[in-house]
């Protein structure tokens, strides 16, 4: 119990960094520019530069969503698969929506479909590892331990970031 209530923690501490970081680009004022845009064609436009696919933005939002599947396959551990991959895509398509609503973003498509898979491969692999070590609390603990180390570290370079740019 002391596991799922430490990993809940560091999933909303996880969701408002990457709100911050997705949403509101990491900006600390309003101060935006108008964009409002939205791309309902996967992998077109927006990931294409130079009549090449930017594979590295795809990647990114895919590793990024990672974490997010693998804290809420640690909640909720007993949960069908659909119920901890649902959030994920909820999750993404809010964010995309957001960008929208807001004039902060381009919404796209492809950006929905790799965070869903990032956050899917995040459930896969700690099933995964469930399945392989058989103990799950163990698991849990060194997860939790290395995603405290991990938000430390990140939360240490975006304060260097804030610093650098004030």
Known sequence: ???KKITS????IYIILLTWI???????????????SINLIPFAE????????YFSEIFNNFLVFIPVG????????????????????????IY???QFVLHIGASDITDIISNTLGGIVGIL??????KVFKNNEKIDKI????????????????????????
């Open 1 to 3: 119990m002391k596991n």
């Open 143 to 166: 997860l939790n331990i290395l995603a405290m180390i991990c938000t430390a570290i990140i939360v240490v370079f975006l304060s260097l970031l804030i610093i650098v740019n004030l």
């Open 46 to 53: 927006s990931v294409i530069i130079n009549g090449k696919i």
């Open 96 to 98: 995309e929506s957001l």
């Open 125 to 130: 692999l700690i099933n995964f590892l469930y």
């Open 9 to 12: 923690i560091l999933l909303g």
């Open 22 to 36: 997705i949403v509101f680009k990491m900006q600390l004022s309003w101060n935006f520019p108008y964009i409002r």
């Open 70 to 93: 693998l804290y809420l396959s640690m909640i909720f551990k007993d949960s069908k698969f659909y119920k901890k991959a649902l959030p994920v895509f909820l999750l993404s398509f």
